[in-house]
């Protein structure tokens, strides 16, 4: 197996694509996350006096949770964006960093805990960021990594994924983020966790609903270029997706709502 898989090109690869993304991530996607990142932390042993790593915070669901606990948190993140909008919380038991999860600018055994929610599947190198998450966590302490149960993720990319997989199975894009795919089976997450250098861990799966505000018709469409499946498609493909799509919603719709329900897979593992 080779140690890392050749990078497509993925929006999520580039910190410029996140830096642009805050305030939508913040509004649309950390209010869901945030159950994932909540149901993580309950896993791990936290106190006031715990040092906690979020790796990937994105705009801090897990860091937040943490802080609330009273940990003493570092949370890093590679895009510069990102990591403002964590430390314009002002929270003081937070200090947010620039940094790739896949080389950590820490020391061996730093921490009591270390989470990563959604962040670690799409780095490139997924094993040198897991592997990175076990060096830093203290022998004793554990991490807890969540990650989706499907390759085609949760929410909206998932709704959009199945769709042109039905419609159109020979036109699929690229393949999704390496990690995305290949941890999102238990055996296969569960053997990466203890590749990486930490005990067998124990695998909870968690589902919510992604509820997805319909109302916002065009908010909802400027999503689907941020899928890899659909930006294989043509015009009229795209269009006959997106009539798909629609009517599936009309079905389902609960007033301005559209719950998706996405189910991730959280591993926690001690550190030997
Ligand atoms: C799907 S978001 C998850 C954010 C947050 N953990 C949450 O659950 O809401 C993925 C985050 O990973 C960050 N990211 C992607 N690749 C990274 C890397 N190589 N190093 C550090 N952060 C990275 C992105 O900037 C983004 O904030």
Redesign the pocket.
């Known amino acids: 197996m080779p140690q890392s898989e050749p990078a497509h090109h993925q929006p999520?690869?580039d910190?410029a694509h996140?830096d642009k993304m805050v305030a939508t991530?913040e509004a649309q996607?950390?209010p869901f996350?945030?159950h994932?990142?909540e149901a993580a932390l309950k896993t791990l042993d936290i106190g006031p006096s715990s040092k906690v790593l979020?790796?990937?915070?994105?705009?801090g669901?897990?860091a937040l949770a943490a802080a609330r606990i009273g940990a003493k948190v570092t949370a890093?993140?590679?895009?510069a964006g990102?990591v403002q909008r964590v430390r314009a919380h002002g929270v003081q038991n937070i200090e947010a960093r620039q940094?790739?999860?896949?080389a950590l600018d820490l020391p061996d055994a730093a921490f009591d805990a270390v989470l990563?929610?959604?962040?670690v599947m799409?780095?490139p190198d997924w094993r040198a960021?897991l592997r990175e998450m076990a060096r830093v966590t203290r022998p004793g302490g554990a991490a807890a990594i969540a990650v989706w149960n499907s390759a085609d993720g949760g929410g909206v990319h998932m709704l959009v994924s199945r769709i042109v997989r039905t419609l159109y199975p020979d036109r699929l894009g690229p393949p999704p983020a390496a990690g995305l795919a290949q941890l999102a089976d238990p055996a296969r997450f569960a053997a990466a966790v203890v590749d990486a250098g930490f005990a067998p861990p124990v695998i909870t799966e968690v589902t919510r609903d992604f509820g997805l505000d319909v109302a916002d018709f065009n908010g909802v469409e400027r999503l689907f270029p941020f899928i890899s499946h659909w930006n294989a498609l043509d015009d009229e493909q795209r269009a006959a997706v997106a009539r798909a799509f629609w009517s599936e919603i009309e079905r389902g719709r609960v007033g301005d709502i559209f719950p998706i329900p996405s189910t991730a897979m959280i591993a926690t593992a001690r550190r030997p």
Do not use: E, K
Request: net charge negative; aromatic share 20%.
């Open positions: 999520f690869n910190p996140w991530y996607s950390q996350t945030m994932y990142a979020d790796v990937a915070t994105g705009t669901a897990a890093i993140d590679f895009s990102m940094m790739d999860g896949q990563s929610v959604f962040g799409l780095f960021g």
